[in-house]
DNA sequence: CGCTTGACGTACA
DNA sequence: TTGTACGCCAAGC
């Protein structure tokens, strides 16, 4: 195992750490791919966040609570359908703006105020 | 082997 | 103020 190998991926762990986090998220709760991204001292990996998810959808985790940070359903798309990530979070108690929002300021929850340090 | 895209977010012009 | 550019990591073509 030469040194170039390490340096080959410098974040090998990042779609594990993701899924970990989104695993962790509690039901009526949402998080945002910004937060996640910062709670694995990446913060400017947000879009990374997205890609992980993209493959966690297929790994059972709830993906559905992860949002952007205007609480839109950026991944809604992904689900299936337009209204299914959303039904999935009403279905949970999430209430929504007038815009289709989350609202954010009743359901953000931020792993780095929940979990501990990565 | 290299460029483009992708479920974001911030900085700068 | 709005619009454009960049960063980050991984995967697709």
Do not use: K
């Amino acid at each position: 195992m030469a040194a170039e190998d390490a340096a080959a991926t410098p974040h090998p762990d990042f779609f594990d750490r993701v899924w970990a986090v989104v695993d962790r998220i509690p039901p009526g709760c949402v998080t945002t791919y910004g937060d996640i991204a910062e709670y694995l001292s990446l913060r400017s990996a947000a879009r990374t966040v997205g890609w992980a998810l993209n493959a966690a959808a297929a790994s059972g985790l709830p993906a559905h609570r992860v949002v952007n940070r205007f609480g839109a359903l950026s991944g809604s798309r992904h689900f299936g359908g337009p209204h299914v990530m959303e039904d999935l979070l009403r279905n949970e108690g999430v209430t929504f703006d007038e815009d289709g929002c989350v609202r954010m300021d009743r359901h953000r929850w931020r792993p780095m105020d929940h979990l501990p340090p990565a």
